[in-house]
C-alpha cells in the first residue's frame, strides 16, 4: 500500500473512529440517564410505601374502611386528563436523550465514500495531523506497539562502551595514517617529504619484478625472476590501444596512464574493455575535456571476454613499473575545474583539481601507495568488528544473526568512525603543509561506501516497514465488510 493510499485509509478509519467515540458517549449518557431514573424510581417507590403506610393508618384513626383498588379504578377513570401546561412541565424536567452522530455516507464507489469521508472530517474537525495511532487504538496499546517498533526498526542505543571504540578506532587509524602512511615521499614546495616505510618497501620490491629491459644487474631470488618473467611476457602480449603517450594532448609519460581510465583497477574493467573493442583511447586530456582517438594499430576485436583478460594482463604488467597505476577513482578528479585552495608552488595560486590529480599521480601517488592508505580505514573496520565479535559471543553463546537494530547500530558506528578519521586525514593534510599527497584517499572511499551502506540498509528498513504496514491494512481490510473490502480491492 502506497503512502497515498495509506493516507486515505488512515482517514477513513479516523472519520470511523470519530463516529464510534460519539456513539460511546451517547451511549455513556444514556446509561447515567437510566441509573438516574432507576435511583429516581427506587427513591419514589420508597416515598410511595411510606405514603401509603401513612394513609392506612389515618383510615384506621378515623375507624373507617380504606377503598379497595376496584373502587380507586373507577375514580381514576372519571378524572379529567392533564392539561397542556402539566404535560409541558413534565417534558421540561425529564432528560432530553443524546443524538447520534451519523456516519459518512457510503456513496457509490470508493471515491465517493473519500469525498464524503473529506467532507464528515470537515464538518465535525477531526483531527488529522496527529499521528494515527495515537487516536485508533487505545494508548496502553499504542505504546505497545511503539516499543515493538522500537525493537524491530529502531536503531540499538549505544552505551559508554560504544563510544569507547569508536574513540579507539579513530586514534588507532588517525596514528598509522600519520606515522606509517604519511606521504608517498618526494619533495613539495622545495620541502623533503616525510615517507611512508611501507610504500616504500613496495616500490624498491617492485623494481625486482617489473619487466626486465634485457639483462640487468638487479638481484632477485627463484620467485621474483618468475614475476619479472610473467609481466615480460604480459608486456609484450597484452597490448592496448589506450596505452597512448602524447605530450601535445597531454598524455605525458608520467601521467598517460592516469589521463586514460582504461587503467584505471576499477574503471578499466569498463573504459578499458571499450577502447579494445573498438581500437580506440579514451582519455581525459590536460584541459579536462574527454577525449577518444582511434588507434591506427589496434583494429578492435569482437570478443569481450579476450578484450578483459587483456585489460587485466595489461594492469599486471604496468603494476610494477616506476610510475605504476593510478589510485582507483583518481582519474574522474581530472574533471573537476574547482580550485579547492592548494598551491603546488611557494607562493604560487591555487590550481584546480585536475592539476591537483595530475601532480599527485606524477609524485608517486599510485596503487602501491593506496594499498598503504587502506591500513589506516582497515585498521579501525577490524578493531570495531573485533569488538561487535567479541559482544556478540558475550550476550550468547551462539549468536545469530543481527537483527535491523543492531545492524543499524553498526552501520552507524562505523560511519562514524570513517568520517572521524576522514576529518582526522584533513588535520593531516594541513599538518603536512596542506600537502596533497598528505590525503588518504582510501579513507574517503571507505567513508562513501559506509555511507552507501547504511543508506542501504535504512532502505531496507523503510521496506520491511511498508510492508508490515501493507500486510497490516491488508488484514484489516480482508475482515472489513464486503462494501468496503472490494472497492480498495480494486484500486
Not at 473512529?17 to 455513556?28: I, N, S
Not at 380504606?66 to 401546561?85: C, F, K, Q, T
Not at 603546488?344 to 584546480?352: A, F, I, R, S
Not at 568488528?385 to 545469530?400: D, K, L, N, T
Request: proline share 8%.
Amino acid at each position: 500500500m502506497n503512502q497515498r493510499k495509506r493516507k486515505e485509509a488512515e482517514w477513513a478509519a479516523l472519520a470511523q473512529r470519530f463516529q464510534l467515540e460519539a456513539l460511546h458517549g451517547a451511549l455513556r449518557t444514556l446509561e447515567g440517564q437510566i441509573a438516574g431514573l432507576e435511583s429516581e424510581s427506587a427513591r419514589q417507590s420508597s416515598d410511595l410505601s411510606h405514603l401509603d403506610a401513612q394513609i392506612a393508618q389515618l383510615y384506621a384513626e378515623a375507624g373507617r374502611v380504606r377503598p379497595g383498588a376496584e373502587e380507586l379504578a373507577v375514580d381514576a377513570a372519571d378524572r379529567p386528563a392533564p392539561s397542556a401546561r402539566e404535560t409541558k412541565t413534565v417534558r421540561q424536567r425529564s432528560t432530553d436523550t443524546p443524538r447520534s452522530v451519523a456516519p459518512p455516507e457510503l456513496g457509490e464507489n470508493w471515491g465517493a465514500y473519500l469525498r464524503n469521508v473529506e467532507r464528515y472530517i470537515t464538518d465535525h474537525g477531526i483531527e488529522v495531523t496527529r499521528d494515527p495511532l495515537e487516536q485508533l487504538v487505545p494508548p496502553q496499546l499504542a505504546a505497545e506497539i511503539r516499543d515493538r517498533f522500537d525493537a524491530e526498526f529502531v536503531p540499538a542505543p549505544w552505551d559508554r562502551w560504544d563510544y569507547g571504540v569508536v574513540a579507539l578506532a579513530v586514534l588507532v587509524g588517525a596514528v598509522t595514517d600519520y606515522l606509517l602512511v604519511a606521504t608517498p615521499g618526494g619533495m613539495f614546495k622545495g620541502q623533503p617529504q616525510r615517507g611512508s616505510p611501507l610504500t616504500a618497501w613496495m616500490k624498491e620490491q617492485s623494481k625486482k619484478l617489473a619487466p626486465m629491459r634485457g639483462p640487468d644487474e638487479v638481484e632477485r631470488h627463484a620467485f621474483q625472476q618468475w614475476i619479472a618473467e610473467l609481466t615480460t611476457v604480459a608486456e609484450h602480449w597484452a597490448k592496448v590501444p589506450y596505452d597512448v603517450v602524447s605530450p601535445k594532448v597531454g598524455l605525458t609519460p608520467n601521467v598517460h596512464r592516469l589521463a586514460s581510465p582504461g587503467h584505471d583497477p576499477l574503471l578499466g574493467l569498463l573504459f578499458g574493455v571499450r577502447d579494445i573493442i573498438a581500437g580506440s583511447c579514451t582519455f581525459i586530456d590536460k584541459s579536462g575535456a574527454w577525449r577518444i582517438l582511434d588507434h591506427p594499430h589496434h583494429a578492435g576485436t569482437h570478443n569481450p571476454l579476450e578484450a578483459l583478460v587483456k585489460v587485466v594482463v595489461h594492469g599486471f604488467s604496468d603494476i610494477f613499473t616506476p610510475r605504476g597505476l593510478p589510485p582507483p577513482f583518481l582519474a574522474p578528479f581530472q574533471l573537476v575545474d574547482a580550485k579547492p585552495g592548494f598551491t603546488l608552488k611557494e607562493g604560487g595560486d591555487p590550481v584546480p583539481v585536475r592539476h591537483v590529480a595530475r601532480y599527485m599521480y606524477s609524485s608517486g601517488y599510485d596503487l602501491r601507495h593506496f594499498l598503504t592508505m587502506k591500513i589506516s580505514p582497515a585498521i579501525a573496520e577490524v578493531i570495531l568488528g573485533a569488538y561487535h565479535g567479541v559482544r556478540a559471543c558475550a550476550a550468547s553463546p551462539e549468536p545469530g544473526e543481527a537483527g535491523i537494530p543492531e545492524r543499524l547500530k553498526r552501520e552507524q558506528m562505523l560511519a562514524l568512525t570513517h568520517g572521524l578519521l576522514a576529518s582526522a586525514n584533513i588535520l593531516k593534510t594541513a599538518l603536512y603543509g596542506w600537502n596533497p599527497m598528505a590525503i588518504n584517499l582510501a579513507q574517503f572511499e571507505a567513508l562513501a561506501r559506509r555511507m552507501l551502506s547504511l543508506m542501504k540498509l535504512a532502505s531496507e528498513r523503510d521496506r520491511l516497514i511498508r510492508q508490515g504496514l501493507h500486510d497490516g491494512w491488508e488484514a484489516l481490510l480482508a475482515d472489513a465488510p464486503h462494501s468496503f473490502r472490494e472497492p480498495s480491492a480494486s484500486r
